[in-house]
């Protein structure tokens, strides 16, 4: 092998004199000339003449730039396109989440709230295929057997589920994805989606406030309502696997909008975007 051989002479004293006075010399065969390469010669200046900035006409200074730099300047956006973003919003019940999507897709254009399946039944004031897309046990099993489910859970004794297929349908078509799901749902999703997926954390502004506002909907049982407090306590401890938390507190709704609406911007504006989901 050459690498012991050169060892074992360079060690030999008869050697020694044969060494040459520049250590690099032995790596001649790896040492190559300086190459420039095609855009560096093209953008070498010439002997054209650039006209005074302050007397020539604009595209004439416009093509002597191009002239003197060897190229032509390029009308392509700098910047590409964003992707478009899967947004999870999750949170402990009464934090406001259905409120704050409402709102988010009111003033915000390009962005898709995707229906979550159950099998709970309606409340009051909410429509079936707004809110939610309200079927029977054995429809929304049917629904796991074929596959058409993102993630689904056992909540509270009723099932919630994601359809694939609206997502893949919207950001087809360049639209932002919404999606609101337990903090069961999120950590299923979290696994499913990893970095593809911005997971934002809603909260009130204190646990006390979080408590009277699951008291005020009224929609419980003081043994279901007390199973929601507990387990609401349980999940604020989830807030540090999310990306990012936002404070919905009482009557500034608005306020926790923008929120949501800037780490959109920031996601959008990163030079790495996120994964592509699909």
Not at 15 to 31: A, D, Q, Y
Request: charged share 25%.
């Amino acid at each position: 092998m050459i690498i012991p051989r050169f060892c074992f002479n360079y060690l030999n004293p008869i050697s020694l004199s044969k060494i040459r006075s520049n250590p690099l010399l032995f790596l001649h065969p790896l040492i190559t000339k300086p190459r420039f390469s095609s855009m560096t010669s093209s953008r070498r200046a010439t002997s054209a003449p650039i006209p005074a900035v302050e007397t020539a006409d604009r595209p004439e200074l416009y093509r002597a730039l191009e002239t003197s730099l060897g190229s032509k300047f390029s009308s392509e956006p700098l910047v590409p396109t964003p992707r478009p973003l899967v947004i999870v919003i999750s949170g402990p019940s009464g934090v406001g989440k259905d409120c704050l999507i409402k709102c988010l897709t009111q003033v915000r254009e390009n962005i898709h709230f995707v229906v979550t399946a159950t099998t709970r039944p309606m409340r009051a004031g909410e429509v079936n295929g707004k809110d939610y897309f309200f079927m029977s046990k054995q429809q929304f099993l049917q629904m796991i057997e074929n596959d058409e489910l993102l993630e689904y859970a056992l909540v509270y004794g009723d099932y919630k589920g994601i359809p694939k297929q609206q997502i893949r349908d919207y950001m087809a078509k360049g639209y932002d994805i919404v999606l609101r799901v337990d903090i069961q749902g999120a950590a299923t999703l979290k696994k499913i989606l990893g970095d593809s997926a911005v997971f934002v954390f809603l909260v009130a502004e204190s646990e006390s406030e979080l408590v009277m506002r699951l008291i005020n909907r009224k929609t419980e049982s003081k043994e279901s309502l007390l199973v929601r407090v507990a387990t609401a306590k349980e999940e604020l401890r989830q807030m540090k696997n999310f990306d990012y938390v936002v404070v919905n507190a009482e009557g500034k709704l608005e306020s926790c909008v923008k929120t949501v609406e800037s780490i959109i911007e920031a996601e959008k504006a990163k030079v790495l975007q996120r994964k592509p989901l699909f």
